[in-house]
């Protein structure tokens, strides 16, 4: 069986700075993908949108040469948002949606994943003028979706966990406090996160990564997989269940593409793990072997276009961009990945870090 789909567009994944970036930009292009949007969780951050860098901030101009100038001029699409961090001023955010520059901000609960260090509590920014400011100039805010700063028992339990309590006690505060803000959640994992977004207005989008499609918990832990590791860590099967019916369902259009692909040259350390699965090269291979866990026949119309909707359209149609007119093939036919050796390290892949071949491969 045969795929031949239009290029797709990621809509969130981690390129970082440095030796690297050149290798894991060239891993997005040979995997047909057509744009990306790149977070700003760098070392130091991308937190001020134009002027030169400092040792606390780098810009979103001085990152999209980088990028531009390491390969990521091919594509039709580059989006850098702004981390939000207590340096956020509103005239940053009226002044850099003005510049063209400015397209998105990011969300992250301090502390709460990798260099999220600099992130500021959401319950300071509800009903005040950043988010405001987001709203004026049609912004969109990705959501990092979890309460931060939970005793470990609240952080995942059987019953509760730090996304569901997110979803349940501060998205909808979010929502009311910002009646026209552009939001996407971001790799949600959980079925109270795929329910909010569902029942949410359309102004309200999500970005599911291939491993929260494919894996539950019970895989990371068996065998304690760590290339398996990444926040919001993989939940449980019910949950995986909601994220599959979201997806996949026929005519969706708030579900996309965002394979959250965090390359980590090393995850495992003495004293704990860095989060991040690595799907650069392999990411429409593993969606559409999620795709076939949930039961969509590819081979048939309606299975291709739901395929299509999720990977390559919606996310385009939410940004507000043309979907690309460019194509590129999947195929039906197994095939192993390789670890991808960069100037700054290796970084294994997801499939291989599982021991696991894909059951797709690119054309
Ligand atoms: O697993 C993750 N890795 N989740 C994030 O939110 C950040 C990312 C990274 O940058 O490594
Ligand atoms: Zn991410």
Redesign the pocket.
């Known amino acids: 069986m045969q795929l031949d789909l239009p290029k797709w567009f990621d809509l969130h994944t ?1 390129f970082r700075q440095g030796p690297a970036v050149p290798a894991y930009i060239q891993a997005h292009i040979d995997m047909g993908c057509a744009g990306v949007l790149a ?1 700003p ?1 760098t070392k130091p951050p991308i937190a001020r949108v134009t002027g030169e860098p400092d040792a606390e901030s780098w810009t979103i101009e001085r990152y999209l040469n980088e990028l531009k100038a390491n390969g990521a001029d091919v594509f039709e699409q580059v989006i850098v948002p702004l981390y939000l961090t207590r340096n956020t001023t509103p005239a940053m955010i009226a002044d850099g949606a003005e510049s063209g520059l400015l397209r998105a901000c990011k969300y ?1 609960p301090p502390h ?5 260090e600099h992130g500021v509590p959401m319950k300071e920014f509800l009903d005040g003028d950043i988010l405001r400011a987001m709203e004026e100039n049609n912004l969109v805010l990705c959501i ?1 979706g979890e309460q931060h700063a939970l005793p470990g028992e609240d952080y995942l339990a059987a019953n509760r966990n730090a996304e569901a309590i997110f979803y349940r006690e501060t998205m909808p505060r979010l929502l009311e406090a910002h009646p026209n803000l552009r939001i996407v959640c ?2 949600i994992t959980t079925a109270e996160a795929a329910r909010f977004v569902r029942k949410a207005p359309d102004r309200v989008g999500a970005t599911i990564t291939p491993q929260h499609l494919l894996y539950t918990l019970g895989h990371l832990i068996q065998g304690l997989k760590y290339h398996l ?4 860590v993989v939940k449980f099967d019910d949950d995986r269940d909601f994220l599959r019916d979201a997806a996949t369902s026929a005519g969706q259009s708030k579900f996309f593409a965002g394979t ?1 692909s ?3 040259t090393t995850k495992a350390t003495e004293c704990g793990c ?4 690595f799907t650069g090269g392999c990411a429409p291979q593993l969606y559409a072997m999620a795709f076939e866990e949930s039961r969509i026949d590819l081979s048939s119309k309606s299975g291709r276009e739901s395929f299509e909707r999720f990977l390559c359209l919606n996310g385009p149609a939410f940004y507000g961009f043309p979907a690309s007119t460019e194509r590129f093939g999947l195929e039906r036919s197994p095939c192993k990945t390789e670890v991808l050796e960069t100037a700054d390290g290796n970084v294994t892949p997801l499939p291989s870090g599982l021991n696991l071949d894909l059951t797709w491969s690119l054309r």
Do not use: I, K
């Open positions: 981690h977070m969780n992250y709460g994943t990798t260099n999220s990092h971001e790799h590791y990444c926040l919001p959250d965090a390359p980590h860095a989060a991040g699965c």
